[in-house]
């Protein structure tokens, strides 16, 4: 295992540096049976630190808060009840707030972001053996809320202006505030170019009209990644990425958008003559696209921790109940046809996981968010987002085969993670999408 520090420099310097990441690979990783030169899939130190201060903060902090919601009867965090709204009922939203506030003054609720403005500065293998760690552990509690999902800091928004640091970035850093990545819209989802939302130039200031739907945390966030069209001149058009203040006037949060995922936290947003000044443009105008691709390229990449983890824990739990439930006078364990589930639960879990790995550390290289992207990277991340969802989704599907009625219990931890996986197909980009990306990636590098 390369130390920590050499792991370390390497991810801050693709990430600064841009395009850093065209060194040493070769022309198509495509062709590439390892992981590049210099990339490493093992678990670094400050990782096993940082999973020892997370067992010890869930034990300490999170179990005493999870009780305490538990008799509040107001859900739980993966299953709330729902406010007159829709939405996720305060006392649940109140608790992972707690938690994530209390995260980030422990300093574990923001790993990912870089050191440069206070983060953690993990790079990706390490996020991953983060995330797998948490899920694995959290199942479905309290506890996830210690580290930072959708609502929290993310590559885009640091590269918000100096002047914003300080009012948006370090508080979402710390869990002070939460953020809504606010892009896709009704009319405009693949194809994510065809927004309607647009920004408009008045003295110093932008004006912003449109409206954004399945937004999550669009119901509580306290600072909007706005994503509009700006006029590139010549009558052509570019993407801006704008931070607005939730309580803007001008800011309408609509109804929840029920989805399979029940946790009252998606809905929609609209924007009428919302005025920000010209230090609220991330990045800079134009960059919009660029912006939005890393806050979803972060997300895909999540996905493979989070489907280690969660099915690393669908399947002890079918092994066990496979040891323990008797049917016709024997553990259904005694039957090969329910073996092979498990043997193939693991299976997908192995690969999956491989995958990410093998991928993150290739990343870890390229640089996983550099401005341009290496032309390897969409290709690496979008098949962690695909393998791991759909390896998932069968693990979370044999996970309810093997318990048969009980499996289908509302809540329970198979009959949620097994809408949680069907849900992760879609978000952050369809798996039509992703394998739209691999072909392209292959495709480019046969044609060069
Ligand atoms: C629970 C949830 C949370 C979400 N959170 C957020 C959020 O926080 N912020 C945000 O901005 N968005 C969010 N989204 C939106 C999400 O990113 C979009 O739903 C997703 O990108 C797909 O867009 P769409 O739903 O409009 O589907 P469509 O684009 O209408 O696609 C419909 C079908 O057509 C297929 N298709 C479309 N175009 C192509 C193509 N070119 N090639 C092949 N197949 C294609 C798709 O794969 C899909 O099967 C969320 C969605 C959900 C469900």
New binding site residues.
């Given amino acids: 295992m390369t130390t920590v520090a050499t792991t370390t420099s390497t991810s801050t310097a693709t990430r600064t540096a841009g395009g850093a990441g065209e060194t040493a690979m070769p022309a198509s990783g495509a062709e590439t049976a390892m992981p590049a030169s210099g990339a490493e899939i093992g678990v670094s130190a400050r990782v096993s630190d940082y999973t020892a201060r997370f067992a010890e903060f869930l034990a300490r902090e999170v179990a005493p808060l999870e009780k305490e919601l538990a008799g509040q009867g107001a859900g739980t965090p993966s299953q709330p009840r729902f406010d007159e709204k829709g939405r996720m009922s305060a006392a649940v939203w109140e608790a992972r707030r707690e938690v994530q506030r209390r995260a980030g003054a422990a300093g574990l609720y923001a790993p990912h972001t870089s050191a440069e403005v206070g983060g953690g500065g993990f790079g990706r293998v390490e996020m991953h053996h983060v995330e797998e760690f948490v899920y694995r552990r959290s199942g479905l509690g309290l506890g996830l809320a210690a580290l930072a999902w ?1 609502e929290g800091p993310n590559p885009a928004v640091e590269h918000c202006s100096p002047a914003l640091r300080e009012q948006y970035l370090t508080p979402l850093i710390t869990g002070e505030i939460t953020a ?5 819209e009704f009319g ?5 170019l065809r927004m309607a939302t647009h920004a408009e130039r008045d003295g110093s200031d932008w004006v912003i009209n449109g409206s ?1 739907g ?4 669009s119901h509580f966030a306290d600072v909007l990644q706005v994503v509009a069209v700006t006029d590139a001149g010549a009558g052509t058009r570019s993407l801006s990425m704008f931070l607005v203040d939730g309580n803007a006037p001008g800011v309408t949060r609509g109804v929840d958008l029920p ?1 399979t ?1 029940a946790d009252g936290l ?1 809905g929609a947003l609209k924007f009428t003559d919302v005025r920000v000044p010209a230090e609220n443009v991330v990045g800079e105008i134009g960059d919009g696209f660029g912006l939005a691709m890393s806050w979803i390229n972060w997300r895909r990449l999540c996905r493979g921790g989070m489907c280690a983890g969660w099915g690393a824990w669908l399947l002890e739990r079918a092994v066990d109940y496979a040891q323990q439930r008797e049917v016709g006078g024997k553990p259904i364990a005694d039957q090969q046809v329910v073996q092979h589930m498990l043997a193939n639960m693991h299976a997908d879990i192995y690969q999956a996981r491989a995958t990410s790995l093998v991928a993150q550390a290739e990343l870890d290289v390229l640089g996983p968010y550099a401005k341009p992207l290496h032309r390897d990277a969409p290709r690496l991340i979008s098949l962690v987002k695909v393998i791991n969802d759909e390896a998932f989704f069968r693990v979370a599907d044999t996970a309810v085969q093997v318990r048969g009625a009980a499996g289908l219990i509302q809540d329970s931890p198979e009959e949620k993670l097994f809408r949680v996986a069907r ?1 992760l197909r ?8 992703q394998r ?1 990306a691999i072909a392209r990636g292959l495709l480019r590098s046969r044609a060069a």
Avoid: L, Q
Avoid at 180 to 184: D, E, I, L, V
Avoid at 188 to 192: E, I, L, M, T, W
Avoid at 214 to 217: E, P
């Fill in positions: 959708t809504a990545f606010c892009n896709t405009a989802g693949s194809d994510v954004k399945w937004i999550t945390n989805t995922m998606t849900n879609i978000p952050a980009g369809t798996s039509e999408i739209n």
